[in-house]
């Protein structure tokens, strides 16, 4: 069988797209290239086929590596050489890598990647049953006033009082990227749905009730599986995986009465067992015809619900609460228009338009353009994804405009 992977090109900052970078991928012990391909103007790459095991491996517990490994090198005149060994490929699925190169002329050494085996396939440490779990109210004693999306994430890459790297990672990011790392895309998307939404009320619930920085720590979670859960730098995600987090990234988890995110325990339920969501049960449950909400519920009691907070970190303006499309109008409009205009200077593949707060062609063509680039379905409607999405990127290339940055 085979997989897909496609590739986005960056500068370090990850908002700036590199043009022309030589990238190739090869097996794991084998230099002859498998493909070669060069990023366009965005920085993007076409999808290419790899081949994967039987897609069967990856729907059952089991000794056989359900994914396949790569290994991808990506240089680029100006830019230093970046290797990734281990991009895992699932059988009918799209892997999305992005390649964040270093100029040659900054200081440190560019970090190549490593990605280790996925959770439910390698041997990792369970969550480490001590009493600050069993003690801890699961309703968390919230520390901060409300629950605001975090714009980033300080993720500790080892245990809390190992000597390891602090990594500042876009939240919608890491959210990714450890659901990549925890389940598999392949499965049912019920189940992918209640995992990614335990995924972000444990991630919360650790931001926002500020569990390792009382303790004394800079960072805001870990990713040991010992105390949090998994996060690979560098790792490849999943094109479905990454949609389904842009489509609920606001989410959490909360009782009756409970308004912070609730810290929801979970583990594979084969290797492991926890009082939390079984991850291979949930997908088990999926196969039966359960919903997201009935999956959390069979494991959580029926009086968990799904909870949002409509206030995201560093987003300049909320989502209107409707789409924009063809003949919408009005300031929401034209502060999009303005935004992809921004946008464009550095993705110059993204129609420029008249902001004139007037949703017409032009504009439509501009956020089809936006959207293919990005990842989301290129249909030219501004719904809830795709608005946080040009804000978000909005954001970043403004950032990096700035004095300083």
């Not at 002329?105 to 009493?131: A, C, M, R, S, W």
Request: hydrophobic letters at 35%; aromatic letters at 12%.
């Amino acid at each position: 069988m085979k997989g897909k992977i496609r590739f986005a090109v960056t500068q370090q900052n990850g908002f700036i797209p590199i043009k022309g970078a030589k990238i190739v991928v090869t097996g794991m012990d084998d230099t002859r290239p498998l493909a070669e391909l060069e990023s366009d103007e965005d920085g993007m790459t076409q999808e290419i086929e790899l081949e994967a095991p039987d897609i069967e491996y990856s729907l059952e517990p089991g000794d056989v590596k359900p994914y396949s490994e790569y290994k991808v090198f990506s240089t680029e005149q100006g830019y230093r050489e970046l290797e990734v060994e281990g991009v895992e490929i699932l059988a009918d699925r799209t892997a999305v890598l992005k390649l964040e190169m270093e100029p040659e002329q900054q200081g440190e050494l560019t970090e190549d990647v490593l990605i280790g085996p996925h959770t439910l396939y390698g041997d990792y440490p369970p969550k480490i049953p001590e009493p600050e779990y069993k003690e801890m109210d699961e309703s968390g004693e919230i520390v901060l006033s409300r629950v605001v999306i975090p714009e980033t994430i300080v993720v500790h890459d080892g245990a809390p009082s190992s000597n390891a790297k602090n990594y500042y990672v876009r939240y919608t990011d890491y959210i990714k990227n450890v659901a990549s790392s925890e389940i598999y895309a392949t499965w049912p998307e019920s189940a992918i749905y209640a995992n990614i939404l335990c995924i972000m009320s444990f991630t919360l619930n650790r931001v926002y009730t500020e569990w390792y920085r009382n303790k004394g720590y800079d960072f805001q979670i870990t990713s040991s599986t010992a105390y949090d859960q998994k996060w690979i730098y560098g790792r490849n995600t999943y094109a479905n995986i990454d949609r389904i987090v842009d489509s609920i990234f606001n989410n959490y988890l909360s009782r009756p009465g409970v308004k912070q995110p609730i810290f929801t325990s979970y583990c594979d339920g084969v290797k492991a067992d926890c009082l939390g969501l079984k991850q291979w049960g949930s997908k088990t449950l999926a196969d039966k015809g359960y919903s997201a909400i009935e999956i959390i519920r069979y494991y959580y009691g029926n009086d968990m619900y799904i909870n949002s907070s409509n206030v995201v970190s560093g987003i300049p303006s909320s989502f209107p609460g409707y789409n924009l499309a063809i003949g919408s109008s009005g300031e929401k409009v034209r502060q999009m228009q303005n935004q992809l205009n921004r946008i464009a200077r550095n993705y110059p593949a993204i129609t420029k338009v008249t902001p004139d707060g007037v949703f017409g062609k032009q504009t439509e063509q501009a956020v089809k353009d936006f959207q293919r680039i990005f990842g989301y379905p290129a249909n030219g409607i501004v719904d809830y994804p795709t608005w946080y999405g040009i804000s978000s990127i909005f954001v970043g290339v403004s950032r990096i405009s700035e004095p300083g940055t």
